[in-house]
């Protein structure tokens, strides 16, 4: 049985997204005592705080995010940025009374993308969503980084990753969010 629960959620909607390829490797690296959801973001609406009420599809990632002692971004860069759907359900999130759903809790950060030619895959990215979980409470994990360069040939077809090097770092990574999730 599970002790620890976690919320992946990756900004790409793409369905051979190598962003959710990096959030099945990190589900498939996982301590024995830790299991991983991902959250499913193709139907959130854009934020607007004229809802009266979050709709159905907001309260189902709110439900899961209620669930999570930790979450593991996947961050997809968009224009040297953080991808609007990821962006969309932090600000979402943000608004529930006493930022119950993110306040404290531990995060890891990883992501795949980046301009051809280039090795920095979503560095920039990156740095934009920490700004955002900083301001938002969530304790990110400084080390280790993941950035991979989806366009050297570490994912197949479907967005999974086959980068033996890369299923290490993620592996390593999920091991120091477990560290992080038992000092919680």
């Excluded at 959030?23 to 024995?32: G, T």
């Excluded at 932090?90 to 009374?97: E, I, K, M, N």
Aim: charged share 20%; glycine share 8%; aromatic share 8%.
């Amino acid at each position: 049985m599970s002790k620890f629960k976690l919320l992946g959620i990756a900004g790409s909607l793409r369905r051979h997204s190598t962003n959710k390829g990096l959030l099945r490797a990190a589900k498939a690296s996982l301590p024995d005592d830790v299991t991983m959801e991902v959250a499913d973001l193709l139907q959130v609406p854009l934020f607007n705080p004229d809802f009266p009420d979050p709709p159905p599809s907001v309260r189902r990632v709110f439900d899961q995010m209620a669930e999570a002692d930790g979450f593991v971004l996947a961050a997809t860069e968009y224009n040297y940025s953080v991808a609007p759907a990821l962006k969309n359900i932090l600000d979402w999130a943000s608004r529930v009374p006493g930022n119950a759903l993110l306040c404290g809790k531990p995060a890891a950060m990883l992501g795949a993308g980046g301009p051809m030619g280039t090795g920095i895959g979503t560095a920039r990215a990156q740095y934009h969503l920490r700004q955002i979980c900083v301001f938002l409470d969530l304790r990110v994990l400084n080390k280790p980084e993941v950035f991979v360069n989806a366009y050297a040939g570490g994912f197949d077809e479907e967005g999974n990753l086959t980068d033996p090097a890369v299923i290490e770092a993620v592996a390593a990574q999920m091991q120091a969010l477990r560290c992080a999730l038992k000092l919680n």
